[in-house]
């Protein structure tokens, strides 16, 4: 199968990713603060008891707002804060010389977190099927409250999911390049890791070839209903009745002794695997049809509010968190069927 690359269609499916912060506004990362109201500092202050006297000696710190004095976090006196603008200007130099326009940006918990996404100027085709394209993303963010630190994700989006996973770490460390390097701390030698993290980031375009000529191998792995059922069981956890002494499945309520839980999700996921997106190209019944399912159901499901707007904490965990840690788990286990 042949793996092409296309300039960016008109009107593109829109992942649910894309509903997080807001439409970035502006050409610089001035003019882009500015507009989403992230253009305030931090500062780090030591930590007094109402007495006056510092809490432990000064090893402490906070983190705060110095629009609206917001403590954010408490830190040690290694800390370093790194600045909103510190984490966007990572991508300013990609959009200077490689064409990345910016997406959206937000925050969350007044600040705790920043975040913002990037989108490169090339799609990229799996196979011969027109309609299976992948859209290129940089996604980036930062915690203010001591939480963590910088990071930043190489990624694709297929039609309405994202498809970065385990690919990027494989990716790097055949190239030489620890994985590690896409996560900053927020120490003495954070200016000099992002140095590095921006020469990383160039080679995005070449992490989604990969994963797209793994894409295709994957095409032509094909699995029985049996084999979905088992993989969906391993990559969700869902918890099998078993015998206690024998060990053996009990199957009365379900033939895979899953509880009422697992088995809601299930039927979710087979009723995608009969989704267009997931038979589209004679990709029907295949292990890349099998991710798919997966990585849509996390992306879609129990991400959204009651008024129907998207809880952004819950979608920041499909790019950086649990959700993440899911697809990863799923397609390592997919690639060991690669022959």
């Known amino acids: 199968?042949?793996?092409?690359?296309?300039?960016?269609?008109?009107?593109?499916?829109?992942?649910?990713?894309?509903?997080?912060?807001?439409?970035?506004?502006?050409?610089?990362?001035?003019?882009?603060?500015?507009?989403?109201?992230?253009?305030?500092?931090?500062?780090?202050?030591?930590?007094?008891?109402?007495?006056?006297k510092v809490i432990r000696?000064?090893?402490?710190?906070?983190?705060?707002?110095?629009?609206?004095?917001?403590?954010?976090?408490?830190?040690?006196?290694?800390?370093?804060?790194a600045q909103n603008?510190?984490?966007?200007n990572i991508a300013d130099v990609l959009t200077d010389q490689f064409d990345v326009e910016w997406d959206r940006v937000g925050s969350l918990d007044s600040g705790r977190r920043v975040f913002g996404s990037f989108i490169l100027p090339d799609h990229i085709t799996i196979g011969d099927n027109p309609d299976e394209t992948m859209e290129q993303r940089i996604y980036l963010s930062n915690t203010n409250d001591g939480s963590g630190g910088l990071r930043a994700l190489p990624t694709n989006v297929r039609l309405f999911c994202q498809n970065q996973t385990a690919h990027v770490a494989r990716m790097l460390k055949e190239w030489g390049i620890n994985p590690k390097a896409l996560s900053i701390r927020h120490s003495s030698k954070m200016e000099e890791r992002i140095g590095q993290l921006k020469e990383i980031l160039k080679i995005t375009n070449h992490l989604n070839i990969k994963f797209a000529e793994n894409a295709a191998e994957l095409m032509r792995v094909?699995?029985?209903?049996?084999?979905?059922?088992?993989?969906?069981?391993?990559?969700?956890?869902?918890?099998?009745?078993?015998n206690e002494k024998t060990?053996?499945?009990?199957?009365?309520?379900?033939?895979?002794?899953?509880?009422?839980?697992?088995?809601?999700?299930?039927?979710?996921?087979?009723?995608?695997?009969?989704?267009?997106?997931?038979?589209?190209?004679?990709?029907?019944?295949?292990?890349?049809?099998?991710?798919?399912?997966?990585?849509?159901?996390?992306?879609?499901?129990?991400i959204l509010l009651a008024s129907g707007?998207?809880?952004?904490?819950s979608v920041m965990n499909t790019v950086f968190g649990v959700g993440a840690t899911r697809k990863a788990k799923a397609w390592s286990n997919l690639m060991e069927l690669v022959v």
Do not use: C
């Open 222 to 242: 094909e699995m029985t209903e049996s084999d979905m059922t088992e993989f969906f069981i391993d990559t969700f956890g869902w918890t099998q009745k078993t």
């Open 1 to 52: 199968m042949s793996i092409q690359i296309n300039r960016k269609r008109e009107n593109s499916m829109i992942p649910a990713v894309t509903l997080m912060g807001k439409a970035a506004v502006g050409t610089t990362v001035d003019e882009v603060l500015e507009n989403a109201g992230l253009n305030y500092e931090i500062g780090m202050e030591p930590i007094y008891t109402s007495s006056g």
């Open 309 to 313: 707007k998207p809880k952004e904490s």
């Open 247 to 302: 060990g053996e499945i009990i199957t009365d309520n379900h033939p895979y002794g899953l509880a009422t839980r697992g088995q809601n999700q299930l039927e979710v996921l087979d009723e995608l695997l009969t989704h267009d997106t997931n038979t589209t190209g004679g990709m029907a019944g295949t292990a890349w049809a099998a991710y798919n399912a997966v990585t849509e159901y996390i992306d879609h499901n129990g």
């Open 57 to 81: 000696d000064g090893n402490y710190r906070r983190t705060f707002r110095k629009d609206n004095d917001l403590t954010l976090g408490i830190v040690g006196k290694s800390y370093h804060v």
């Open 85 to 88: 603008k510190d984490l966007f």
